[in-house]
């Protein structure tokens, strides 16, 4: 069974970056999409950003393109966030998810994908 663990998490002034890293276990990285999702309090969970099994190509909500970017390495079974010019609309528990021989657009409604225990980033104005 697939394991993720997500770290990198924070405390950020506004303008500011992070990275967030997801190491998978488990299973061989590179038979997974993999995606960032996050949820507000009081919201519901929502896309982020998505990878292919390669990382060749990628897919981003319309709210955090052109600030994120999504990576992988899979010799080290990581997937990455990168988070710059940080807005306090940003600050949620991020989710790393994985769906075993998906694609980045399938993981986004997939049912069976599994689930990271969720990082905090918080973002002060």
């Known amino acids: 069974q697939v394991q993720l663990v997500e770290s990198g998490g924070g405390l950020v002034q506004a303008g500011g970056s992070l990275r967030l890293s997801c190491l998978l276990s488990?299973?061989?990285?590179?038979?997974?999409?993999m995606g960032w999702f996050r949820q507000a309090q009081g919201k519901e969970r929502e896309f982020v950003a998505a990878t292919t099994r390669s990382g060749g190509a990628t897919d981003y909500a319309d709210s955090v393109k052109d600030r994120f970017t999504i990576s992988r390495d899979n010799a080290k079974n990581t997937l990455y966030l990168q988070m710059n010019s940080l807005k306090p609309e940003d600050t949620a528990v991020y989710y790393c998810?994985?769906?075993?021989?998906?694609?980045?657009?399938?993981?986004?409604?997939?049912?069976?994908?599994?689930w990271g225990q969720g990082t905090q980033v918080t973002v002060s104005s």
């Open positions: 998810a994985a769906d075993l021989l998906g694609t980045a657009q399938t993981i986004r409604n997939s049912k069976t994908k599994s």
């Open positions: 488990g299973r061989t990285s590179s038979h997974y999409a």
